[in-house]
């Protein structure tokens, strides 16, 4: 048994990409300590899988469909949620992720590169539509439902905006400029909304995974057999702790940014990523 977080208890938290493992995960762990969960997915299937599961372990939760992206649909699940549990105090922003065409196939531009087959994915064949839904996903992802849930928030008390970043906001990584990009808003962003919130007692801060493997990007970090890639033992190599992340990682800071332990912090940006940020390789 893990630390008790009684505040937290009938607490309504509202959790976009609620289908996905770590924020699944985070879910989980809000719904034991007696918090009602609301599992937003584009995905409702994968929501209301997510809320059975919740259901099963004794919490509290119900599955809904949202387009992150959409207002309307946004404003649909919000009054879904309203109906269903009441107001929301807490929203995880965890919808986000990267797309192929935003990436490049090495870490360096070679000038022969520039000579290659149509396979090579260089800088200058980096897709303008691709690059565009990586950052609407991220950043305004996490701008729409804040203004759609957040607005209950004002002037009530206990309540906060947790976002996800990322460690690669601090210093990007090599191939995903879209990716980088659009997490380095999510924290400019983070630090705004602490700020401009600050007055209507809403706390806003975010989480910095480091390297957790999921579906996303398992076929990168990891082969077929289970043994790293090249790019997944560069970053291990890079990991003073010498391992991935698991969702669980995320739960301690998660339920301490959602409390009262935390009250007087807001605008933070914490790394979680097994020593990756302190490292510089030497």
Known sequence: MGPKFDELKNKVVVVTGGGGVICSTLASALAKQGAKLAILDLNLEAAKAVAAEIKKQGGTAEGFGANVLVKESLQQAHAEVNEQFGPCDILINGAGGNHPKGTTSNSF???EDLLADQELKTFFDL??????????????????????????????????????????????????????????????????????????????????PGFFLTEQNRTLLTQADGTLTDRGNVIIGQTPMGRFGEPEDLVGTTLWLCSEGSKFVTGVVVPIDGGFSSFSGV
């Open 109 to 111: 531009l070679q000038k």
């Open 127 to 208: 897709d303008y539509d691709s690059v565009q839904f990586v950052f609407n996903l991220n950043f305004l992802g996490t701008l729409l439902p804040t203004q759609v849930f957040a607005r209950d928030m004002v002037g009530r008390g206990g309540c906060s905006v947790l976002n996800i970043s990322s460690m690669n906001a601090f210093t990007p990584l090599t191939k995903i400029p879209a990716y980088s990009g659009a997490k380095a808003a999510v924290s400019n962003f983070t630090q705004w909304l602490a700020v401009h919130f600050s007055k209507v007692d809403i706390r806003v801060n975010a989480l910095a």
